[in-house]
């Protein structure tokens, strides 16, 4: 991420109809995601529950590490075998 990105994307405002576009949930990555890394917190969450975050090729593993050191990881999947009512 750096400072020129800011203001020069020409997707214009953001709308309901953009949700089509995934991209990447660590923090600065402007890359579209790839995965869908399903994680939970027991501590926040019923076992069933999966939260979703989303990344591209290069922050996959980061983000695996990230949620697997606190215990939170359970599976990651292709953005396309996403279910919808992931969260
Ligand atoms: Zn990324």
Same mark, same amino acid.
Request: net charge negative.
């Given at each position: 991420?750096?400072?020129? &990105?800011? #203001?020069?994307? !020409? $997707? #214009?405002?953001? +709308? !309901?109809? &953009? &949700? &089509? /576009?995934?991209? @990447?949930?660590? $923090? #600065? @990555? $402007? /890359?579209?995601?790839?995965? #869908?890394?399903?994680? =939970? =917190?027991?501590?926040?969450? +019923?076992? /069933?529950? $999966?939260?979703v975050w989303l990344a591209c090729d290069a922050h996959r593993e980061h983000l695996e590490q990230y949620l697997a050191v606190r215990g939170f990881h359970r599976d990651t999947v292709a953005v396309d075998a996403l279910e919808p009512t992931d969260g």
């Amino acid at each position: 991420m750096s400072v020129e &990105d800011h #203001g020069t994307t !020409a $997707r #214009g405002a953001t +709308t !309901a109809s &953009d &949700d &089509d /576009e995934l991209f @990447c949930s660590a $923090r #600065g @990555c $402007r /890359e579209h995601a790839t995965w #869908g890394l399903r994680w =939970n =917190n027991p501590r926040l969450h +019923t076992p /069933e529950r $999966r939260k979703v975050w989303l990344a591209c090729d290069a922050h996959r593993e980061h983000l695996e590490q990230y949620l697997a050191v606190r215990g939170f990881h359970r599976d990651t999947v292709a953005v396309d075998a996403l279910e919808p009512t992931d969260g």
